[in-house]
């Protein structure tokens, strides 16, 4: 659909943004044993009323073990005639290996899903240098100012974040890492090209290995119509919405996608626009003037194009006070110094508790005076994040720990392997990473698991607390 | 004041000529109240109180009041009212009594009307015209006297991004000796990080030279700058000797004079400002007349006694954009780029694409001085016909920088005439990253804006240049005023910042969504980047 339509869908009044409030929920298995998509839904139809009706979804990752090395394209259509365009536009740049519509229940009687649109997958094959797309001012800005001699190297260094290569050759995961960065844009500009400039079409999610479901309803509903019972994945998020200034539309509902990235999130950023601003000069154009949008971007910008870690990137966008920072030890003072100035512009202000997801990584965080609730727990190898206790212990009610993050503390789940360097595409976001696997906590640094809560975090947050220095 | 027939109180050619004018302020004196103590005669300086012996009595030769009030405010049983003259001209919509009058000085003496402080003309202050939004149910708003409240600002450049190989080779450098659990390990260091200043507060005071104000004045307004965290601006005066001891909060300038500059004066400061125009009088120089320029001045200023000191209305080594970036070079060499280096220009038609190309030159930071900020002296009819007003000037600027993607390579600090702190924020969140008052600061030290700092009489010893009247000024009382001020003004930020729901002043820059318009047209709203209310 054009971007006028795109922006009179998901913002009808010309607010400065869309306002939404949600209920959320996240589970990963860092062993990588898949998890049936009911536990998501039922996880979600415990926090529903949260949300309004007006906006269901839910990210699977690992759910396509099969087809694990194809891009997974799902998308929204309002009709045939703009599948038609999709697929002429698909076939110019890729192969498409397999094509149908996604698997629906009819809508029962009493559901709330409101009058669902075409709803297909495609699976792709990039073909041979998929092209650059230049009238696209997102991906001109994304190609601009790109290291591209990076890719190679980064990956290996611990604290790095994501224990991947890349362009070395190993495995598809679909780890967002894990792209070739030229590639990746190309990825960008792609689903861009599609939702900007293809009427009628709007895509959900683009990547490996994972896919978005969403639409107007309530969350456990959406689940039910899109059959996530049918689907297994080492880890699934769930949003359910509570707009206060857009009409309901399948596309404007969380998860968020970029990539490999999904974002749901319950909150409302006051520093918006300082967020937009900034992240239009590395060429993100937020054209869905949603919070969410703008989390994502910052995400990736951090995270996959700047290579910071997952703490720093909680760093950045739930920054630590100035008072705490001031009475840290030299070292410590002075790269928390560097990250707020470099990137203040970044740091999202108001109250906000995001999940961020990526191929094999999950990340929950609280803004950093936590307005909005969020709870994290831990059983065996799942890591739980969600609004309320109560979402998880539906699912889950014998749980290892409980905890409530401390604001801006992130909660971050990783695949057992991958944290380690060097072991790329090991971790194989399908079943088969053995069970036996180690299961010992991977180096996340952070709360990652439960078992170093409490007693390693007397006061202050972890990381960085003096406490953790003197020690 | 020294060049006949060049300024208003010139002598005329065929020697004074009686003055048509009648006086532009009646005293008024309440025999019951007045004790005869003749503390307004000690008080006033343009010699409008005086004791009539043959009466015995106090009076008053009113057309000499200048309106500063010093008079009524030190009157020890409020015996004085000063009151604007009443006296009317038929009432004419084009030749208003200022038109009027001023010609009529001008017939009388032949020269250029001189005047001091800001514009006062009734152009829209933009700032009327925008407000500020605040929380309600969808997100809460935060309360500054229980949760913390950032103001902490830095100018200067910031890099893109942080750089992961220079994280490494910190990381290499002894970084590993703080193992931290959590702790950002892939990080540059901060020392390579461009130099900035960093203030407690995004309120800094102007650049007010040493010699349009006195020593007492600078004084205050650097122990100020220091109690307050943040800065104070030399001006383009030179730096005097007992006052270097404030060095971390002291930003020096660098005019068409070069008055006072030395290898010293640049490395003990804590930035270095490039002064190309001033909002008062853009395009145009300074003159402090020799009779000003007594000993101290001139050891400050490295001229000779007695000598006017001329500020060229350019920079004669500055005629394009990459003189200026030669300069701003050169000044980062002689103090081996530890410090940032700042451009000021007044805020003109084309100030975007200047600010724009002052940036590619290097600068770290961009001063930009609006249509109303001060001066000490400027030709009235520059004063009030040259520039544009600062927040269209800022709005135009940061969407310049933003739109070329080189917002993050400057700061942008921008005065003129900031009345309150609900103008500071609002500039914050049209896009700038601090702001410089002057007048602000001198109504806190008494000042009463009666427009007479270049004859150098000023009662309130503010821009005296007459040592006995620049004593009235306790430098230590007027600082604590200006502390007070600063403190007043940042605690309502908070206020207003946390009824937002934002609780770093950071996330407030730039964002113009917190802003919307009322009674502006839309070419207005458009350059300002803002909705109208409603919207």
Redesign the interface.
């Known amino acids: 659909m054009t971007l006028d339509e795109l922006r009179q869908r998901q913002n009808p009044y010309?607010d400065?943004?869309a306002?939404d409030?949600c209920g959320l929920f996240g589970v990963i298995d860092r062993s990588g044993r898949r998890l049936n998509g009911q536990i998501a839904i039922e996880a979600m139809a415990n926090l529903h009323d949260r949300g309004n009706g007006l906006g269901g979804g839910f990210a699977g990752y690992g759910i396509y073990p099969e087809m694990a090395d194809a891009i997974a394209l799902h998308v929204m259509l309002d009709d045939q005639a703009s599948r038609a365009r999709l697929e002429e536009e698909l076939q110019q740049d890729f192969h498409i290996r397999l094509a149908e519509e996604i698997p629906h229940r009819p809508v029962a009687a009493g559901s709330s899903v409101q009058a669902p649109p075409l709803l297909w997958r495609y699976f792709l094959d990039p073909q041979p240098g998929i092209s650059r797309r230049p009238g696209q001012r997102v991906g001109q800005g994304l190609g601009?100012?790109y290291d591209q001699g990076?890719g190679p190297e980064?990956g290996s260094?611990?604290?790095?974040g994501h224990g991947f290569g890349s362009g070395d050759g190993g495995p598809v995961v679909g780890a967002s890492a894990e792209y070739d960065p030229e590639f990746a844009d190309s990825l960008v500009d792609f689903v861009m090209h599609i939702n900007r400039d293809l009427p009628g079409v709007y895509v959900f999610s683009c990547a490996r290995n994972m896919g978005v479901f969403k639409g107007v309803g309530y969350p456990e509903d959406i689940g039910e119509f899109f059959r996530l019972d049918d689907y297994a994945g080492y880890m699934w998020t769930g949003h359910g919405r509570f707009p206060?200034n857009t009409h309901a539309w399948w596309g404007g509902a969380h998860p968020f996608s970029l990539l490999d990235w999904t974002v749901v999130h319950n909150?409302?950023i006051?520093?918006?626009?300082?967020n937009r601003?900034?992240l239009?000069?590395?060429g993100y154009y937020c054209t869905l003037q949603t919070d969410t949008e703008v989390i994502a971007y910052a995400a990736d910008l951090l995270m996959r194009?700047?290579?910071?870690?997952v703490?720093?990137a909680a760093?950045v966008l739930a920054?630590p006070?100035?008072?705490e920072i001031d009475r840290l030890?030299a070292?410590?003072r002075?790269?928390?110094?560097?990250?707020r100035?470099?990137?203040?512009?970044l740091?999202l202000?108001?109250?906000f508790t995001v999940i961020i997801a990526r191929s094999g990584e999950l990340i929950g965080l609280g803004d950093?005076?936590r307005?909005r609730p969020f709870v994290a727990a831990s059983a065996g190898d799942r890591l739980y994040v969600a609004s309320e206790e109560a979402a998880i212990r539906v699912v889950e009610p014998q749980l290892d720990q409980v905890w409530i993050p401390r604001g801006g503390e992130p909660v971050v789940g990783r695949l057992d392997g991958l944290a380690q360097a060097g072991v790329p595409g090991a971790v194989a976001a399908s079943a088969a990473v053995a069970r036996a696997q180690a299961t010992t906590a991977t180096t996340t640094?952070?709360a990652a698991c439960a078992a170093a809560w409490p007693a390693?975090r007397p006061s202050g947050r972890?990381?960085?607390g003096e406490q953790?220095?003197a020690g | 004041m020294g060049q006949a027939r060049t300024h208003i109180e010139a002598q005329a050619v065929f020697g004074p000529l009686k003055p048509y004018l009648e006086p532009e302020f009646l005293v008024e004196r309440d025999p019951d109240r007045c004790i005869q103590c003749g503390v307004c005669i000690s008080q006033c300086s343009f010699g409008v109180h005086w004791f009539d012996v043959r009466r015995s009595q106090v009076r008053a030769e009113q057309e000499r009041c200048v309106g500063c009030h010093r008079c009524a405010v030190f009157c020890p049983t409020g015996a004085l009212t000063i009151r604007r003259n009443p006296s009317e001209y038929r009432p004419n919509a084009n030749w208003r009594p200022e038109f009027v009058a001023d010609l009529k000085r001008q017939a009388e003496t032949g020269g250029v009307v001189l005047t001091g402080m800001g514009n006062d003309k009734p152009f829209r202050v933009y700032w009327d015209h925008l407000l500020l939004n605040a929380s309600q149910v969808t997100n809460p708003s935060i309360d500054p006297l229980r949760e913390p409240m950032e103001l902490r600002t830095f100018l200067g450049a910031r890099p893109d991004q942080v750089n992961p190989s220079a994280s490494t080779s910190a990381l290499a450098d002894g970084a590993t000796s703080h193992p931290v659990e959590g702790l950002p390990a892939a990080m540059v260091s901060v020392e390579d990080l461009p130099p900035a200043l960093q203030l407690e507060t995004p309120i800094m005071f102007s650049a007010m030279s040493y010699g349009a104000i006195s020593f007492q004045a600078q004084l205050a307004l650097f122990e100020a700058a220091q109690a307050c965290g943040t800065y104070a601006n030399t001006g383009e005066g030179g730096w005097p000797r007992p006052l270097r001891r404030f060095h971390d909060h002291v930003i020096v300038q660098v005019a068409s004079g070069r008055f006072g500059v030395d290898a010293d004066y640049l490395n003990e400061a804590a930035m270095v400002e490039i002064k190309i125009g001033q909002g008062a009088k853009p395009g145009i120089g300074g003159h402090l007349p020799g009779e000003k320029v007594k000993a101290p001045i001139a050891r400050t200023r490295m001229i000779p006694e007695g000598t006017d000191a001329l500020s060229p209305a350019p920079h004669h080594d500055i005629y394009s954009i990459e003189d200026l970036a030669l300069l701003i070079y050169a000044l980062k060499e002689a103090t081996h780029y530890e410090k940032p280096v700042a451009v000021k220009v007044a805020a003109v038609h084309n100030v975007a694409a200047i600010a724009s190309g002052i940036a590619r030159a290097g600068a770290d930071v961009i001063a930009i001085d609006g249509v109303r900020g001060g001066t000490g002296a400027a030709p009235k009819i520059i004063r009030d016909n040259v520039g544009i007003p600062i927040e269209l000037a800022l709005a135009a600027v940061d969407r310049r920088l933003r739109e070329e993607k080189i917002r993050n390579r400057v700061s942008l600090v921008v005065a003129g005439g900031f009345r309150s702190s609900a103008d500071v924020i609002k500039a914050i969140a049209l896009g700038a990253d601090a702001v410089y008052i002057g007048t602000a600061a001198f109504v806190a030290m008494g000042c009463t804006l009666c427009q007479k700092c270049y004859t150098g009489k000023c009662a309130w010893g503010i821009t005296a240049a007459d040592p006995a009247l620049a004593r009235r000024l306790n430098p230590d009382l007027a600082a604590e005023r200006l502390i007070n001020l600063v403190h007043a003004w940042s605690a309502e930020i908070k206020e207003m910042l946390g009824g937002m729901g934002i609780n770093a002043l950071e996330s407030l820059r730039g964002n113009r969504d917190h802003l919307r318009a009322v009674g502006l047209e839309q070419w207005e709203m458009d350059v300002l980047g803002v909705k109208g209310a409603g919207q």
């Open positions: 010309g400065d943004k306002i409030a601009q100012g990076r980064h260094g611990e604290g790095r206060t909150g409302e006051s520093s918006y626009g300082t601003r900034f239009e000069m590395y194009r700047h290579h910071l870690s703490n720093e760093l920054a006070m100035w008072k030890p070292t410590a002075q790269r928390l110094t560097v990250l100035r470099v990137y203040a512009p740091l202000n108001g109250p950093r005076v307005l640094t952070t390693a972890a990381g960085w953790e220095v």
